[in-house]
């Protein structure tokens, strides 16, 4: 794949600064660049290094000039930076058409321009829709429905009833719609409450490998459209996550709590069930969440407190080895030890 900057410039909202007819043929760091990649700097330090590297032409802001290079000005280098990659880097295309082992139940609808991999299962009334595709190993249970653009990676599994819309990307060995943990203790056994509900799984969400995500008890989990959600989350059962949300890797969230819109939960985050998030609300790395927290707040810590009260907190935690020496000291002072 190559463009010359100038076509590159168009596709990137940008304008260039230097030769328009130079041919562009990957994309690289300034430190791998070679002769006719394209990199791209956030800041002068970037720049630099890229100047002086081996690249034919720099993603940059409109404060840079080079005499070195030729400079895509943009007014986001690091969003033009997502875009050049996927330029140079499209996704594979698949053929449409079913592979002979896969197997599809007689009542499973598969629009004709969708890709089944093999060794696929499709279950009764499962709807595939245009330019799907599904790949080697997934399973797909009974009245489940995946909208146009979709794609399932290999080994896949979604449950029965699971609702799946548009241009959504499921990564290897991530789980929707299996059991949500409900149990409830009765005569000495822990006797398990039957999950009914199912998934529901909104347009342009992405979602990592090895992830899991419960149906519900009684109606729906829900992922709002938009959301990513990183490798090796956890999502309960009758959890809502608002639209346009990030989940990063080793989120744990309880069942039947609300996120809103927006919500950032960092890596390693658990949330307890029957919570409210509001909107844009942010939590820090390895933070519990025990209580409901407001719009536009940000929460850190174990148990989680609004920021600034963490932060004195830990700056206490850490003054806390000094407060004890010189407490030990008054002691010895008082009772005229040495």
């Not at 290999?154 to 499921?170: C, D, F, H, L, M």
């Not at 039957?194 to 995500?213: A, R």
């Not at 927006?262 to 790395?285: E, N, P, R």
Request: aromatic share 6%; with cysteine; net charge neutral.
């Amino acid at each position: 794949m190559s463009f010359t900057t100038a076509e590159m410039a168009k596709q990137l909202d940008g304008e260039v600064q230097g030769d328009p007819t130079v041919v562009l043929t990957g994309f690289a760091t300034a430190d791998n660049a070679k002769n006719g990649d394209l990199t791209f700097a956030e800041n002068a330090e970037y720049f630099a290094a890229a100047e002086k590297s081996a690249a034919t032409a720099i993603i940059a802001t409109k404060a840079f000039s080079s005499t070195e290079k030729v400079v895509i000005r943009v007014a986001n280098p690091r969003v033009a930076f997502a875009r050049a990659l996927a330029a140079f880097f499209p996704d594979a295309t698949l053929p449409s058409g079913i592979h002979p082992s896969a197997v599809i139940a007689p009542s499973a609808q598969v629009d004709p321009s969708a890709h089944i991999g093999p060794h696929c299962t499709i279950g009764e009334r499962v709807k595939i829709g245009a330019n799907c595709s599904v790949q080697a190993g997934t399973v797909i249970g009974d009245d489940s429905a995946l909208d146009e653009g979709t794609n399932l990676f290999p080994n896949v599994t979604i449950y029965a009833r699971s609702q799946i819309g548009k241009r959504v990307r499921i990564h290897s060995s991530t789980v929707i719609g299996s059991d949500g943990f409900g149990y409830v203790f009765d005569s000495g056994v822990h006797r398990k409450i039957p999950q009914v509900g199912n998934v529901i799984i909104g347009d342009d969400v992405e979602i990592g490998s090895n992830v899991s995500v419960d149906r519900g008890a009684l109606g729906s989990t829900i992922i709002g459209k938009g959301t990513k959600i990183d490798n090796l989350v956890q999502v309960g059962h009758n959890v809502e996550v608002g639209p346009f949300s990030i989940l990063c890797a080793q989120v744990g969230i309880a069942g039947s709590t609300k996120l809103g819109n927006f919500c950032v939960l960092a890596g390693q985050v658990g949330i307890a069930g029957h919570l409210k998030l509001g909107d844009q609300v942010t939590v820090g790395s390895k933070s519990g969440v025990m209580h409901n927290i407001g719009d536009r707040e940000t929460w850190l810590g174990i148990p989680a407190q609004p920021d600034k009260q963490a932060k004195r907190m830990m700056i206490a935690m850490q003054r806390l080895p000094e407060l004890l020496r010189k407490v030990a000291e008054w002691e010895r002072k008082l009772t005229g030890g040495n």
